[in-house]
Structure formats: C-alpha cells, structure tokens
C-alpha cells in the first residue's frame, strides 16, 4: 500500500484496531458459559411462573392495563452503555410478562389464537437454543427433514394424493403474497427478469370478506388495488366480472376458507369450476378454516380445495401451534416455486456439495434466514396425534354453537348469524336502550356500547373480545373461541361480565 508493501499496510490495520491483537482478550472465551446456563436456568423459572402458571390461571387477569406513557416509565425502556446485573435483567423479563396480554388465559377471546400449547412451546425454546436457518440441509438437516414431513401431511389432508410442494414462512399474509406471485410468474415467466414494462394488466379476484393482504400483495407487487376485485358467491359471479373488467387480463383468484370476522367458508368447488374453465389460478386462503381438515366431522366446510392450486394454511390459528407457524402449500410438482424465487447465490446452493442439493430448500423462498417453524408444529403432532387435534377442532366449534345458543337465549343480547365455525357475532343491548321501536333502532343506539364495554374489561383485566362494525351493521361483538382450557363456565362468564360493564349505559 502507497508502495510500502501489503505488510506495511497490516501493520497500520493494526495500529488502528487494537482489538484484532493477540492478546489475553482474545485467548480466553468472552462468555463465562456457566453464569450463561445459571441465567437460563433463573429465565425459565420466571417463565413457568409468570408466562405459564399465572397467564393461565383464571383467577388472574387477562391483562394489567396501562397508558403508554405509563406503561413506557414502568419498562425503563432506556438503553444505556453499561450492562444491568442479571436480578435487574430477571425483573425485566418479569414486566415484560406481567404488562403483556395473557393469550393463553381462558378468557381471552380476542384474536384467530389463543391457548398454551406446551409441546410447541418447548419446540420454540428449542429452535431458539439451537439457533440455526432453514436455508441449507448442512446447517438444519433435522429441520430440514421435519418440514418436509409436515408440508406432505398436510397436502395429504387437503386431498393432493399426488403430492406438491410448500414452505413455511413468517404468515398467513406472506403465504398470500407467495399465492399471487407464483399464480403471475405461471402466467407471465418473463416478469421476473424483465418487470411488468411489458406485461398486460392483470386482474385479480377475491371473495368480498377475503383478507386484506390480498390487496397488500398487489400494491407490493406493482399489480396495484384498483386491480383487485370482489367476488361473491355463487362463483358464477366471476362470470360477470370478467366481462365488466375491458382490456385486461384475469390470472387469479383468492377463496376463503373461513373468514377472519364471521369465518365463513367461500364454495371452493363452484370457484374452481370457474377457474378451471378459464385457466385462472386458484388459491384458498385457508389460515383460519385450515384446522376443519383434520375433523371429519367438519372437513366439508373446506369441499373442493383439493383443486386449488396453491393453499395458505396456519396451524397457529386453531391448532394452537405457538406462534408463527404458517404454512403455504402448491399442488406444482415441477419446482414452479423454486423457479419463481430462485436467485441461486453460490454461497448457499453450490451445486457441486457432497449430499442431494434438493434438500436446500432456501431458494424457494423470498428470504434468507428462515425460522424453522414447521418442528412447532411437528412437535405438538408427534405429541398429540391426529386423533387429538380432532378433537380440539370438534371440541372448540362444539364450545362456539353452545355460545350462539346461550346468546341467543339471553335477554338483551343479539346474535348476528348463526357461526358457521368458531366466531360467534353478537351484539349486546342495555337495559335503557332495550325500549326503542324496533330491534335495528335499539342496535343502532348502542352504536357505542360496545367500544366502553371494551375499554371496561381491558381495564379491570376480566377477559378480552374483539368488537367492530361491518358494512351497514353498527359495533358489535366478535368472539373467537379456540382454546380447550375453556369451560362452559368460562363462556357464561364472559355474556354475565358484559351485561355486568355496560347495563348502566344508555
């Protein structure tokens, strides 16, 4: 360097970077493993404590409500040059338990998951243990192989004798997006290399209560949401559509299997017919309504999705598996999702490696690192069998219809359909508002029961449901039952709590 030789340069690298000497600092570990494994061990008591024992005790509350401006003083969120002792680290983790909402409490009923699953929880201290990224069989051989069992179990419950392929990834949203790409690379392979510069207007379809990653996956892609259109049943609907929609270009269609409000089920097998006569992909977005596979008694909500083409699935969701743990699923056999992703970087996938190379299932993706979500699931399956994850899915539906009923059957409560899975929909009415003309106009007038009722509970920490309006139909509430701890008793107490916060309003 500046003719001084490359040692003359070192030496100078040196001089600037103490730290690359061989000295005492780099000899010896920089970690003293033996107050590392005492620190473990002191976690986990604090987590069975705190995140198992209290979060699932019904005794406790579901939540210890705070503002954020308080809430942000009781974290002492600062961070600071000097490391805190590990009492102080212990107490940290101890309010970061405390002042988090308690998912697997009872009665928590607010979101699509709920529960403690105690296999896929060990799964999950596992993955993180060891560390390591789902992109190469030499560095998660054991995942690796776990995946691939898990994604061949589920497309054997979808009804894809023949197989497929698949990956999980970070949720149901990116299984979407993955729907919408793979469905445009199919129809159109020169978008990948050359962009849409050259390509027609592509539209696509999805079911008017279809999520909204759907529209997020077109802005994403450049296909934009005014491309976006809503069908509804019966498919013959997308008939219309495709008529009304002047010079562009139909390539995919988006059912639902289970809706995220009301978890309704889309007619999948009229769908398909549409799509088969006009060579359009099918995709079903089944991340909520997946679980119904694994029961016979309510696997035909899903009749028909053995044609899709591609299928998002979450065990998360009602099978409990701890979060995330998400699946997506093609019936391709001719490595369409490889194709479509692969950037073949030669530092991962080299091609001359002393073991199969289609074991490196990396390139399927649109990441690098990936989490090896599939063993959480894989775990809890071993654990449980089939057998039991039926029963879960019958118990909890079982648990939802007697809570439609019981709704039903309570003065001042009105359900807003009969729940076809497990959300039960229902509006509440109190006392001084139960005197109106009509039923609609007592609805109407407690347009703001529901949101007081909601801050009421979330500050007293009783329980959680969800609550929103829909269309033309003013607040009312949505509540997701999912988790077998739930009792009937459980169920009573929520209907009995919320006439408890809200029969003084008017």
């Not at 419950?157 to 949203?173: K, T, V, Y």
């Not at 008529?243 to 269609?253: H, M, N, S, T």
Request: hydrophobic content about 40%.
């Amino acid at each position: 360097m500046n003719g001084q030789g490359p040692e003359a340069g070192f030496r100078h690298l040196s001089k600037c970077c103490p730290a690359v000497r061989d000295g005492p600092a780099l000899r010896e570990p920089a970690v003293e493993m033996s107050a590392a494994e005492r620190f473990i061990h002191e976690a986990l008591e604090v987590i069975i404590d705190e995140a198992v024992k209290k979060a699932t005790d019904v005794q406790e509350k579901v939540c210890d409500w705070q503002s954020p401006e308080k809430l942000r003083e009781l974290l002492d969120l600062e961070l600071k040059d000097g490391g805190e002792s590990d009492s102080k680290i212990l107490q940290h983790c101890k309010n970061a338990i405390r002042y988090s909402v308690k998912t697997s409490h009872p009665r928590f009923f607010n979101q699509l998951f709920a529960g403690l699953e105690p296999y896929s929880m060990v799964a999950s201290f596992i993955t993180e243990a060891v560390k390591t990224s789902l992109y190469t069989y030499e560095v998660a051989p054991v995942f690796t192989l776990m995946e691939d069992a898990v994604l061949k179990k589920m497309m054997e419950l979808i009804g894809w004798d023949e197989g497929g392929d698949g990956i999980f990834n970070p949720g149901g949203s990116m299984s979407n997006m993955y729907a919408v790409n793979l469905a445009r690379y199919r129809f159109c392979p020169d978008i990948k290399e050359v962009g849409l510069y050259n390509a027609p207007r592509l539209v696509m379809f999805t079911s008017q209560e279809g999520h909204y990653s759907i529209s997020k996956a077109a802005a994403l892609l450049g296909l934009g949401t005014k491309n976006v259109y809503s069908i509804l049943p019966p498919a013959d609907m997308l008939l219309s559509l495709m008529i009304l929609v002047q010079g562009a270009v139909p390539f995919f269609v988006n059912a639902t299997a289970g809706t995220t409000v009301f978890g309704a089920f889309d007619p999948v097998d009229e769908i398909a017919d549409i799509c088969e006569r006009h060579s359009l992909w099918l995709h079903v977005d089944a991340c909520w309504g997946g679980a119904a596979l694994v029961s016979n008694q309510h696997k035909h909500l899903l009749k028909g999705i053995h044609r899709a083409d591609s299928v998002a699935w979450n065990p998360h969701k009602m099978l409990m598996a701890c979060l995330q743990c998400s699946a997506f699923l093609i019936k391709d056999k001719t490595s369409l999702l490889q194709r479509c992703h692969s950037a073949k970087a030669s530092y991962l996938f080299q091609q001359d490696k002393f073991y199969d190379v289609s074991y490196d299932t990396g390139d399927k993706s649109v990441q690098c690192s990936r989490k090896p979500d599939a063993f959480k699931f894989w775990l809890m399956w071993k654990a449980l069998g089939s057998s039991e994850l039926e029963r879960r899915v019958d118990r909890a539906l079982a648990m939802a219809r007697y809570l439609a009923q019981t709704v039903k059957k309570r003065e001042g409560f009105h359900l807003l359909m009969k729940p076809e899975y497990a959300n039960v929909c229902f509006w509440y009415v109190p006392p001084a508002l139960r005197e109106k003309e009509t039923d609609q106009d007592s609805l109407s007038s407690g347009a703001l029961v529901a949101p007081v009722i909601k801050e009421r509970m979330m500050k007293t920490g009783s329980m959680m449901i969800g609550y929103q309006t829909h269309g033309d139909k003013p607040n009312f509430f949505r509540m997701v039952v999912i988790n077998p701890q739930v009792s009937k008793q459980d169920l009573d107490f929520v209907l009995d709590e919320i006439h408890s916060l809200g029969k003084d309003l008017r």
